[in-house]
């Protein structure tokens, strides 16, 4: 069955320092995955997608499938960044497609 | 371009009352969802309709939950009679194409932060 894990609930960091969220998958088909972020007092919103390989607000990540694992990556964060960040799985499933998301983790820029 | 609208934002009732959300999904997003975020975990797909239909219901408890979105556009998601263990924040998102797909994101609304005494 398809899973999202997300091994930190909360991750603190110092601004300017390095920040690297965790997200592993598990999914027998090939994976589509994304990263949704919600800050504070706003909506759920889509971060970024692998397929794309883009880079949104300085966060990149890469899909690596030998360790099944999709890492949220900014080299120097700000205070901004503050917000819960959700990784999250396309799979197909019941005739259609589906997103399944992980159970997130609150990123905290400390000034 | 307006974003997808929920009502009501709060709701407080007792258990074995009656509850309804409602949502309006952006113009033209031919799939709507139903997602429940129970507090500490993330978004569970409870249902999700492309236009009228419903495609997938797998995890929506039947006993008690139903959803509906007549004409293929606004939705209403109801919980009758509600448990304690329903309280948790429902999430109405849409995307423009079915399943979500890289060039077909969700889009989500502000949700309805449900509480049951």
């Known amino acids: 069955a398809q899973r999202v894990t997300q091994p930190e609930k909360l991750l603190s960091v110092f601004k300017g320092a390095p920040v690297e969220l965790k997200c592993n998958y598990s999914y027998s088909g090939s994976p589509e995955l994304f990263w949704y972020v919600q800050y504070s007092r706003q909506r759920l919103q889509l971060l970024l997608r692998h397929i794309s390989r883009e880079s949104i607000k300085g966060f990149t990540a890469d899909l690596n499938k030998g360790e099944t694992s999709f890492h949220l990556k900014k080299p120097f964060a700000q205070e901004e960044d503050s917000a819960m960040y959700y990784c999250a799985l396309r799979y197909s499933g019941a005739g259609s497609y589906q997103l399944t998301f992980g159970k997130g983790t609150k990123l905290s820029v400390i000034p | 371009e307006a974003g997808v609208a929920q009502s009501p934002r709060y709701k407080i009732i007792e258990k074995r009352q009656s509850v309804a959300f409602w949502c309006n999904p952006i113009s033209g997003h031919a799939t709507l969802y139903w997602y429940q975020q129970i507090l500490g975990q993330g978004p569970k797909l409870l249902i999700q309709?492309?236009?009228?239909?419903?495609?997938?219901d797998s995890q929506l408890p039947k006993d008690r939950f139903s959803a509906e979105r007549l004409k293929g556009v606004d939705s209403t998601l109801k919980i009758q009679p509600a448990k304690l263990e329903d309280s948790a924040v429902y999430l109405c998102?849409?995307?423009?194409?079915?399943?979500?797909?890289?060039?077909?994101?969700?889009?989500f609304g502000n949700g309805t932060r449900l509480t049951v005494t």
């Open positions: 309709f492309q236009n009228n239909g419903v495609v997938d």
């Open positions: 998102a849409s995307s423009l194409n079915e399943g979500a797909s890289y060039n077909s994101p969700l889009h």
